[in-house]
């Protein structure tokens, strides 16, 4: 069990500085970064993405290539497995490295129940966070957090610039990577004019697009076996705004698939005209993950912080530990609640 202790971390080693603007929170994180002599242990959140593994191999390698001592403690997804290169991404540590500082990046520092690659309890060093969660409480020694920006690995290029490191494919790639995954390959509506230019500053410096999603879009059969059945559990509610779908263990087993198939699945269901919610239920028996989304003038991240979890407006998730039969009722109280706020609105 992870170390849950925010407030004594915040106290020892950070502060709750108003942002400085942009720029300046950008050149006060490299600045922190390129102060420290010891390590640097790069971390992002549990269940890693394309953008938390992306913005750790770009930092990670633009501190490597500024002589910097990189530990980047990461179980990676054996999707995305095609990108790190050997030895370069560490299992998660067991004891913190003495006099290491910790870059959290697409995650908030002071919840270390999501971070992951190690235990932030343990850790009296500086802290370094770059993230674009809204609900980042914006503590750290130093940190940039932008909820405007759709990536973190678009914000953890301008870090590269400001640290002077010398950009190459092997940076940009990884961080394009990051901007694809949240953006939904550029086909949101968080996508900023800015991200096109930081998408075309890494494209210029080598990001292999065409490698990049190639392999992103392969699928292992037991994706597909997996998702027959996931499909038969799908339902229509709250009128038809809202669609839900949900896996558990039987499935998988039936499947011969791993959780990691069910990531995208999400992303289907959101796709059912007429919707304004999407819920895929993992079950692990004795708790319930939710990834929600939503669109219009739905929050996912509302149903979600009902729920005890966080996220953005549009993409959001929730650790219920509760069975399922108990989470439903719950769920469906979160999301008439949503429904009745965004009516109002209209
Ligand atoms: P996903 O559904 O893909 O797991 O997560 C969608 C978004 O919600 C991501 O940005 C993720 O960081 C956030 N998220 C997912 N689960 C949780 C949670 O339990 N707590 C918080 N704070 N955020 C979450
Ligand atoms: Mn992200």
Redo the contacts with the bound molecule.
């Keep these: 069990m992870k170390h849950r202790s925010p407030f004594i971390l915040a106290q020892m080693t950070t502060q709750n500085l108003p942002s400085q603007g942009y720029a300046e929170d950008i050149q006060r994180v490299a600045a922190a970064l390129l102060a420290h002599s010891g390590p640097v242990v790069v971390m992002a959140?549990e269940?890693p993405?394309g953008d938390a593994l992306g913005s750790v191999l770009g930092l990670s390698r633009a501190l490597r290539a500024l002589g910097k001592t990189v530990i980047a403690p990461m179980t990676v997804p054996q999707y995305l497995a095609f990108l790190p290169r050997e030895g370069e991404i560490s299992p998660p540590l067991t004891e913190w490295p003495a006099g290491a500082l910790a870059a959290v990046l697409d995650?908030d520092n002071n919840?270390p129940v999501?971070v992951a690659g190690a235990d932030l309890g343990s850790l009296s060093g500086p802290v370094v966070n770059i993230d674009h969660?809204g609900?980042n409480q914006r503590r750290a020694t130093a940190g940039v957090v932008d909820p405007s920006k759709p990536a973190a690995a678009m914000m953890v290029a301008d870090v590269v610039d400001a640290l002077g490191a010398p950009w190459s494919e092997e940076i940009a790639t990884p961080l394009m990577l990051g901007m694809l995954t949240d953006t939904g390959n550029f086909s949101f509506d968080s996508v900023t004019p800015e991200a096109f230019e930081t998408a075309a500053r890494l494209r210029a410096h080598g990001a292999k697009i065409g490698w990049l999603t190639d392999g992103l879009r392969q699928n292992s059969p037991s994706y597909y076996l997996l998702l027959r059945e996931v499909l038969g559990t799908m339902e229509f509610t709250h009128g038809g705004l809202v669609v839900m779908a949900r896996v558990d263990e039987a499935m998988l087993k039936r499947a011969g698939a791993t959780w990691e198939d069910v990531?995208s699945y999400?992303g289907l269901l959101r796709n059912a005209a007429g919707t304004k919610l999407a819920v895929m239920v993992k079950d692990y028996a004795d708790r319930v993950?939710l990834?929600?989304r939503s669109r219009g003038n739905v929050s996912a991240q509302n149903v979600?912080v009902a729920l005890g979890?966080?996220?953005?407006v549009p993409?959001?998730?929730?650790?219920v530990l509760q069975p399922y039969a108990a989470t439903r009722p719950l769920l469906d109280a979160a999301i008439d609640t949503e429904l009745a706020r965004a009516a109002l609105e209209e």
């Design positions: 959140h269940n993405d995650v919840d999501r969660h609900t990531e999400v993950k990834s929600l979600a979890g966080g996220g953005h993409a959001a998730g929730a650790t």
